[in-house]
């Protein structure tokens, strides 16, 4: 059993994690693909023979043994769908230090521009969402890649030196043939329901351009609806969406979304109420753990916390436009309301209320969470001197949808036919 044992250990000792993709940067410090997946990424950094050893020696060899093996690393993540309700992309990338490394802190997406290239040689920059870990681990979230193609095609380059680059292929995790087929028609054009008209006008290079709205026209007949918030965008029949949308993938869809952001115009049902709840004291957590379903929305609300900042050094905060974005006096300092949800496709408005009713000033942010296909929020309030209580309000506004079928404009296809 000993000598059985001790095979064992050495076939163990050589372990053989899989090829990389290895990336220098001018920094000093590596960067390494390890693995791609779909709406979800599961990955061992080692082989199966390893994980075997492993946990037999772990059941059965001396301790002596077992604790110098460094355990298998796992990573599994998940992701939620886009606003097209298409999967996203996962990749898992690893940083290396080096002891010149000049930037151990900046952001993956901050020391390499990425792109994907297309088989009809688009480039697509597309927006990453990101998560990190401790231990040099990096995920990058794509809502938008080329879908179509068996291969996915990557382009790394060092933001500090744009002569440094690298390129490789992996296996699409997102490949598929069965898109569906739309036919355009020309702008402008116009769509209607009981309560208004929508009309999208012209397109060009400009509307489509980054941060730029698509002019859209709305019409309103309902007073119900005269309060409203329009958002809008472009996807393509693969579900992308964005303003990196490759020209050859015709026709587009513009899609405008409407909903009434006026509380009063909805229903009893749209609303619920919370608390009170007696205002945490400051660096405690107070639970809730409530859960209800909201027009169709299942809201959880975890605790009231005091508010640790998500807001990057430079950028001055939403709530304290002013200055800090933490008031100096420990007694007024921000509370926050965290709220998890795995639905989407619906506009929603919170009000927070002490105990008099009077209305605090709030805003809501996304909260990054490693691993957990549900969306968190942290609503954020500053209470007043005489805050003692709170209740929060969360009200579902659900929208009205209208699509346009559309020619991409002829002046996007032409630039991207010179890259």
Same mark, same amino acid.
């Given at each position: 059993?000993?000598?059985?044992?001790? $095979?064992?250990? +050495?076939?163990?000792? #050589?372990?053989?994690?899989?090829?990389?993709?290895?990336?220098?940067?001018?920094?000093?410090?590596?960067? =390494?693909?390890? *693995?791609?997946?779909?709406?979800?990424?599961?990955?061992?950094?080692? !082989?199966?023979?390893?994980?075997?050893?492993?946990?037999?020696?772990?059941?059965?060899?001396?301790?002596?043994?077992?604790?110098?093996?460094?355990?298998?690393?796992?990573? !599994?993540?998940?992701?939620?769908?886009?606003?097209?309700? *298409?999967?996203?992309?996962?990749?898992?990338?690893?940083?290396?230090?080096?002891?010149?490394?000049?930037?151990?802190?900046?952001?993956?997406?901050? $020391?390499?521009?990425?792109?994907?290239?297309? =088989?009809?040689?688009?480039?697509?920059?597309?927006?990453?969402?990101?998560? !990190?870990?401790?231990?040099?681990?990096?995920?990058?979230?794509?809502?938008?890649?080329?879908?179509?193609?068996?291969?996915?095609?990557?382009?790394?380059?060092?933001?500090?030196?744009?002569?440094?680059?690298?390129?490789?292929?992996?296996?699409?995790?997102?490949?598929? %043939?069965?898109?569906?087929?739309?036919?355009?028609?020309? #702008?402008?054009?116009?769509?209607?329901?009981?309560?208004?008209?929508?009309?999208?006008?012209?397109? &060009?290079?400009?509307?489509?351009?980054?941060?730029?709205?698509?002019?859209?026209?709305?019409?309103?007949?309902?007073?119900?609806?005269?309060?409203?918030?329009?958002?809008?965008?472009?996807? &393509?029949? %693969?579900?992308?969406?964005?303003?990196?949308?490759?020209?050859?993938?015709?026709?587009?869809?513009?899609?405008?979304?409407?909903?009434?952001?006026?509380?009063?115009?909805?229903?009893? +049902?749209?609303?619920?109420?919370?608390?009170?709840?007696?205002?945490?004291?400051?660096?405690?957590?107070?639970?809730?753990?409530?859960?209800?379903?909201?027009?169709?929305? %299942?809201?959880?609300?975890?605790?009231?916390?005091?508010?640790?900042?998500?807001?990057?050094?430079?950028?001055?905060?939403?709530?304290?436009?002013?200055?800090?974005?933490?008031?100096?006096?420990? *007694?007024?300092? &921000?509370?926050?309301?965290?709220?998890?949800?795995?639905?989407?496709?619906?506009?929603?408005?919170?009000?927070?209320? &002490?105990? !008099?009713?009077?209305?605090?000033?709030?805003?809501?942010?996304?909260? =990054?969470?490693?691993?957990?296909?549900?969306?968190?929020?942290?609503?954020?309030?500053?209470?007043?001197?005489?805050?003692?209580?709170?209740? $929060?309000? #969360? %009200?579902?506004?659900?929208?009205?949808?209208?699509?346009? #079928?559309?020619?991409?404009?002829?002046?996007?296809?032409?630039?991207?036919?010179?890259?």
């Amino acid at each position: 059993m000993g000598v059985f044992l001790g $095979l064992l250990a +050495g076939a163990c000792l #050589l372990r053989s994690d899989p090829p990389r993709v290895q990336f220098s940067l001018s920094s000093g410090e590596q960067i =390494a693909y390890v *693995a791609a997946g779909l709406g979800k990424l599961d990955h061992t950094d080692s !082989s199966v023979a390893y994980e075997w050893c492993h946990r037999v020696l772990a059941q059965y060899g001396p301790a002596v043994v077992s604790k110098r093996l460094p355990a298998p690393r796992v990573t !599994s993540v998940r992701d939620v769908a886009s606003r097209t309700g *298409a999967q996203s992309l996962l990749l898992l990338f690893e940083r290396q230090y080096k002891p010149q490394s000049v930037n151990q802190k900046g952001e993956f997406r901050d $020391l390499v521009k990425l792109e994907f290239e297309d =088989a009809d040689g688009h480039r697509l920059r597309a927006q990453s969402k990101f998560q !990190s870990f401790p231990d040099g681990r990096e995920i990058l979230s794509f809502e938008s890649f080329p879908r179509r193609d068996q291969k996915l095609v990557i382009h790394l380059t060092d933001s500090a030196d744009r002569t440094k680059t690298t390129s490789f292929e992996i296996e699409n995790p997102g490949f598929r %043939t069965n898109f569906p087929d739309w036919s355009p028609a020309g #702008l402008p054009q116009t769509r209607s329901d009981a309560a208004m008209d929508v009309t999208l006008r012209e397109l &060009d290079a400009d509307s489509v351009a980054k941060g730029k709205r698509l002019p859209v026209d709305v019409a309103v007949r309902d007073p119900a609806w005269n309060r409203h918030l329009v958002t809008a965008w472009i996807e &393509d029949a %693969t579900g992308n969406h964005g303003d990196q949308l490759s020209p050859f993938e015709t026709p587009w869809k513009a899609r405008v979304s409407i909903a009434r952001t006026d509380p009063a115009a909805l229903l009893p +049902g749209d609303k619920w109420m919370l608390g009170p709840f007696p205002l945490s004291p400051e660096g405690s957590k107070i639970p809730i753990e409530q859960s209800r379903e909201v027009n169709g929305v %299942t809201f959880r609300v975890r605790h009231l916390e005091t508010h640790k900042s998500q807001i990057p050094q430079g950028v001055r905060s939403p709530i304290h436009p002013e200055g800090s974005s933490t008031p100096l006096d420990s *007694a007024i300092r &921000d509370r926050e309301f965290r709220v998890e949800f795995a639905e989407s496709g619906f506009h929603w408005i919170t009000f927070v209320e &002490d105990q !008099s009713g009077l209305r605090l000033k709030e805003v809501s942010q996304p909260i =990054a969470k490693r691993g957990k296909a549900r969306a968190m929020f942290g609503v954020r309030f500053t209470p007043k001197p005489d805050t003692t209580h709170v209740s $929060l309000t #969360l %009200t579902v506004s659900r929208p009205k949808e209208f699509e346009f #079928l559309i020619v991409p404009p002829a002046e996007i296809k032409s630039a991207s036919g010179e890259q």
